[in-house]
């Protein structure tokens, strides 16, 4: 859990010990956009998703978040209500800590806060970023960013090819060094602001250049800094 946290082990030792584990199933919300703040989870297991619901019905997919991280901190600091839904990619485990000992782990813990402030403080500039890339780059190009952020943030390991494993012919076209990341087109296209159409076309066109292969629900990528260098139309 500790390697793409933004905490240490004392620190996640802290948060695990003030709260209570709870295991979820792929697609259970863990949070609702709009609803009270009456706790924040640590993820220890599985991804998360976490979208916000246009006025006009679309469904746009701010980040992604994995083992280690905080899933609703900011809206337990300040008290306003959830500024988006939480919802798990598939099953997995965390700890839940109210908002109220959440509050007084932060009082108690100054290099905690500390290290909650510098990890909120990262995604905001994540999200500058992010919406500085939506008006430099073609949609191609933001889809490849995507996948190159998920496989070098979350990916898994890709196993050998096995008769057990239903995308065995996948993993035996990914190579070694290659990682996987189960993500949806539809939850791709929402995560680079894009189209499913265009998530179709960019896939087939990395498909082609040898950068990626699909399996069932998700994508494995051979090289991850190739796709941070790839521009699509």
């Known amino acids: ?5 933004p905490f240490t082990e004392d620190e996640l030792r802290h948060i695990c010990d003030a709260g209570r584990r709870r295991d979820w199933e792929r697609g259970e919300p ?10 924040v989870i640590l993820i220890e297991d599985g991804l ?8 006009n019905g679309y469904t746009s997919v701010l980040a992604i978040r994995g083992p280690g991280e905080l899933l ?6 300040d008290g306003g209500r959830r ?34 402030l510098r990890s909120v403080a990262g995604r905001l500039r994540q999200s500058d970023r992010q919406r500085g890339e939506y008006g430099a780059y ?8 995507v996948l190159a952020d998920l496989a070098m943030r979350h990916g898994e390991p890709v196993p050998g090819p096995s008769d057990a494993d239903a995308d065995a012919d ?11 990341v189960r993500i949806t087109q539809r939850e791709l296209a929402g995560a680079a602001g894009t189209s499913r159409e265009s998530v179709a076309r960019t ?4 498909q082609q250049d040898g950068l990626v292969t699909v399996g069932r629900g998700r994508v494995v990528m051979r090289d991850s800094r190739a796709l941070l260098r790839w521009r699509g139309e």
């Open 1 to 5: 859990m500790r390697e793409h946290s």
């Open 30 to 39: 863990l949070m609702h956009e709009g609803s009270p703040p009456d706790n």
């Open 48 to 55: 998360v998703k976490i979208t916000t619901e246009t006025s």
């Open 72 to 77: 609703g901190e900011l809206s337990c600091v």
């Open 83 to 116: 500024s988006a839904t939480a919802t798990a990619l598939w099953d997995g485990r965390g700890v839940v800590v109210t908002a109220e000992r959440f509050r007084q782990l932060l009082a108690q813990q100054g290099p905690l806060a500390l290290a909650v």
């Open 138 to 145: 073609p949609a191609g190009t933001r889809i490849a960013r």
């Open 170 to 180: 996948a993993d035996a076209d990914a190579g070694s060094g290659s990682v996987s």
């Open 203 to 206: 896939v087939r066109a990395l």
